[in-house]
């Protein structure tokens, strides 16, 4: 039996690649259309320059805007691959994708089960993965934004959101590379687990019992409601 599934893997970054990457081409075009009609119907003559320079911020946006995309839909992408690895925990398992915690924030994925409640940021980076000095790297150099404050922030999150209708337990930051590109395949930094997708279902521990099965139906039917 496979694990229970909520939600659609990597909906949000989707969603947010569209809008962060195209925004300017939807200006343009709006500036597009006013030009126009400042031109052609108004007759101010300022019209096509600002045609001009409408057409200017299209073009110059639209190409990256298309590398935002693209990088947002590999995100998601990776996401559906850390989902489908998630899906094959056992059935005692329940695993919220793309799970809202807050208006702008949405976590990867939490998975609750037996072992405990688990935030999972996931990462499909190309390049070698590595810990040094508590912080992760990228092919040796830090990242603009770092992957453990951003899962440990998701974590407190979800702990938070969960502690206002009535469950306050742990809470455990999980950050998944689906590229498989951490080198060291599996990792503890400071409280949070840091492995490949590979690692995922060898890392849970079907065995271990953190919340009974009466107080886990109930922290389900909590995030079933509340998602």
């Not at 949000?12 to 126009?36: E, T």
């Not at 915690?101 to 994925?109: E, G, K």
């Amino acid at each position: 039996m496979a694990a229970h599934v909520h939600g659609v893997p990597g909906e949000w970054a989707r969603a947010q690649g569209v809008v962060m990457g195209l925004w300017p081409v939807f200006l343009g075009s709006f500036l597009a259309g006013f030009a126009i009609a400042t031109w052609f119907v108004a007759g101010h003559a300022w019209g096509a320059l600002l045609l001009a320079a409408a057409f200017a911020v299209i073009a110059v946006s639209a190409a990256r805007g298309v590398t935002c995309v693209k990088r947002f839909y590999v995100g998601a992408r990776g996401e559906e691959r850390v989902a489908g690895m998630l899906a094959r925990l056992p059935d005692r398992y329940h695993v919220f994708n793309d799970y809202v915690v807050s208006p702008r924030v949405h976590v990867d994925h939490v998975v609750v089960g037996p072992a405990g409640v688990f935030a999972v940021e996931t990462k499909c980076w190309n390049g070698s993965v590595t810990v040094e000095e508590g912080n992760v790297l990228i092919n040796g150099r830090l990242p603009d934004r770092s992957p453990l404050r951003q899962v440990r922030r998701e974590a407190q999150l979800v702990k938070a959101k969960l502690a206002k209708f009535g469950w306050d337990g742990d809470v455990t930051p999980v950050l998944a590379f689906a590229s498989d590109t951490f080198r060291a395949h599996i990792a503890e930094v400071k409280g949070a687990v840091i492995l490949n997708s590979s690692e995922l279902l060898r890392s849970f521990d079907a065995e271990r019992v953190v919340i009974p099965p009466a107080e886990l139906a109930r922290l389900v039917g909590i995030m079933e409601n509340n998602s």
